[in-house]
């Protein structure tokens, strides 16, 4: 779950997650490690970025196409974590479903 | 810099730039707030959301157009804190330019 993501060349597809947890994280942590490595299972993921502190969590998902990131909001064992996302875990949250057009690298 | 982006209705744009850093961060945070605020003036900036953690940073800004993407990356004083990013700052960095398509919000 840490470092980069390592993308092919674009165009392919970035779902933006930005959450704001809840008081109550109990089982978080667990789930959230389940459900990346549920995605990477899943067909045409490219790869995950996160990053969390004490404001705000962003989660950057990339895939193939948006039929991938159809079937990966679909499936059921990630619909459970999202229900319970809801229901417990975050106070807010925003998604946002974009086409990557560029991307640069720097390694030092 | 903490919370949401409150962003228009799609299509408009992000720039997802994910960083680890060097040992060396002096006079990062700094700078930091102070391109947040300078970006923040610009035409056609929508928002920025950002998140670090051990591992990793991840900052998503939003912008109205690539041409405002490009003013924002020509801006003199950041590019001077570009440099120094590079120099000093950043092991390593991705930049993703994306067009934002759909997006959704949940407020508990």
Same mark, same amino acid.
């Given at each position: &779950?840490? !470092?980069?993501? =390592?993308?092919?060349?674009?165009?392919? *597809?970035?779902? #933006?997650? /930005? /959450? %704001?947890? /809840?008081?109550?994280?109990?089982? *978080?942590?667990?789930?959230?490690?389940? &459900?990346?490595? @549920?995605?990477? =299972?899943?067909?045409?993921? @490219? !790869?995950?970025?996160?990053?969390?502190? +004490?404001? @705000?969590?962003?989660?950057?998902?990339?895939?193939?196409? @948006?039929?991938? #990131? =159809?079937?990966?909001? +679909?499936?059921?064992?990630?619909?459970?974590? %999202?229900?319970?996302? =809801? /229901?417990?875990? *975050?106070?807010? *949250?925003?998604?946002?479903?974009?086409?990557?057009?560029?991307?640069?690298?720097?390694?030092?």
């Amino acid at each position: &779950m840490n !470092g980069f993501a =390592k993308t092919p060349e674009p165009p392919y *597809y970035a779902v #933006i997650f /930005s /959450s %704001q947890r /809840s008081e109550d994280v109990a089982g *978080y942590g667990e789930m959230a490690e389940k &459900m990346v490595a @549920l995605a990477s =299972k899943q067909t045409g993921f @490219l !790869g995950v970025e996160s990053a969390r502190d +004490e404001g @705000l969590g962003i989660t950057v998902s990339y895939w193939d196409s @948006l039929e991938s #990131i =159809k079937k990966w909001k +679909e499936n059921s064992a990630h619909k459970v974590a %999202q229900e319970k996302g =809801k /229901s417990t875990w *975050y106070q807010n *949250y925003a998604i946002r479903v974009c086409k990557v057009e560029r991307q640069s690298f720097f390694e030092m």
